[in-house]
């Protein structure tokens, strides 16, 4: 993946879709991710492209805390 500036949802989506190919490439954190996200994969994408544009973009995409959603994982 090229380094460019993100600049719209469409970056958004391909950095989280870049990341996320990877995730479920890996042996070791493809289980864990698996584990969690199960069959639901284009929800949690859905999620994180929001989550990233509300941090990257400054618009409000997401809400809650992923604090929480993490603090349990091992």
Do not use: C
């Amino acid at each position: 993946m090229e380094n460019t500036d993100i600049l719209n949802i469409d970056d958004v989506k391909l950095l989280v879709d870049d990341f996320y190919g990877k995730v479920r490439d890996n042996e070791l954190l493809a289980p864990i991710f698996n584990n969690v996200i199960k069959d639901n994969w284009q929800q949690h994408l859905d999620k994180m492209y929001g989550f990233w544009q509300t941090i990257l973009l400054d618009v409000q995409a997401y809400s809650g805390s992923p604090f929480l959603k993490h603090a349990k994982l091992p």
